[in-house]
């Protein structure tokens, strides 16, 4: 099972910017299709954004469209999330998982599409 590890989160204030890294540690990463959802406290999982495997589709759900784009770099067996104009409500915790089932707009809005996420990384949006 692909194991993943998420990075990049932090502290930042409304209007700014983070930008998140998932590597996967077994170096298997570009055979997958890669997704991020986020949790907050007391919330349902929530879809982010996924790309396939070769980084031609992307699909972002629609609280974060406009605002972040994923992408990879294979060779470097990294997926990003680069996170702009943040609003309070998109603290959560921030995880990686495969997908699945192939990334579309579809897949990324349903929390089940995503497989063996790593610890995730905390992202608070905040004064």
């Known amino acids: 099972q692909l194991q993943l590890v998420e990075s990049g989160g932090g502290l930042v204030q409304p209007g700014g910017s983070l930008r998140l890294a998932c590597i996967s540690r077994d170096g298997f990463l570009r055979a997958y299709g890669i997704g991020w959802f986020r949790q907050a406290p007391g919330k349902e999982r929530e879809g982010v954004s996924c790309i396939n495997y070769s980084g031609e589709t992307l699909a972002y759900g629609d609280s974060v469209k406009g605002r972040f784009t994923i992408s990879r770099d294979n060779d470097k067996n990294t997926v990003h999330l680069q996170m702009n104009s943040l609003k309070p409500e998109d603290t959560a915790v921030y995880y990686c998982?495969?997908?699945?089932?192939?990334?579309?707009?579809?897949?990324?809005?349903?929390?089940?599409?995503?497989?063996?996420w790593g610890p995730g990384t905390q992202v608070t949006v905040s004064l």
């Open positions: 998982a495969a997908l699945l089932h192939p990334c579309s707009a579809t897949v990324v809005k349903n929390p089940d599409s995503f497989s063996g």
